[in-house]
Nanobody, 124 residues
Framework: QVQLVESGGGLVQAGDSLRLSCTASGGTFSNLGLAWFRRTPGNEREFVASIMWAGDMTFYADFVQGRFTISRNNTKKTVDLQMNNLKVEDTAVYFC?????????????????WGQGIQVTVSS
């Protein structure tokens, strides 16, 4: 069983940067595919970014537009999401997810473990 805990959320202004981190415990972290999803107000949870077990392939949602970067540290058992040039519409609860498959998938159903989520609020 893998437990995931997000940190680094908060309130920022539009144009600012924020770095989310997710720390894992249990399981074999280096074998996991990892991802960030988010739930914006009034909407379903959506894919943001993912990274394969080896860290050599990453995928991003179209709305990221080069502003976010996902990275992993298998020694520290962390996956980070660096978010730059934040927009008001990036306001959401952000979730860390892990997949036993080791792949960098984009659908919720393809992930086996989830963090509890962390709030990011971007003000204008």
């Amino acid at each position: 069983q893998v437990q995931l805990v997000e940190s680094g959320g908060g309130l920022v202004q539009a144009g600012d940067s924020l770095r989310l981190s997710c720390t894992a415990s249990g399981g074999t972290f280096s074998n996991l595919g990892l991802a960030w999803f988010r739930r914006t107000p009034g909407n379903e949870r959506e894919f943001v970014a993912s990274i394969m077990w080896a860290g050599d392939m990453t995928f991003y949602a179209d709305f990221v537009q080069g502003r976010f970067t996902i990275s992993r540290n298998n020694t520290k058992k962390t996956v980070d999401l660096q978010m730059n040039n934040l927009k008001v519409e990036d306001t959401a609860v952000y979730f860390c997810a892990a997949a036993r498959s080791g792949l960098a998938r984009q659908k919720e159903s393809q992930y086996d473990y989830w963090g509890q989520g962390i709030q990011v609020t971007v003000s204008s």
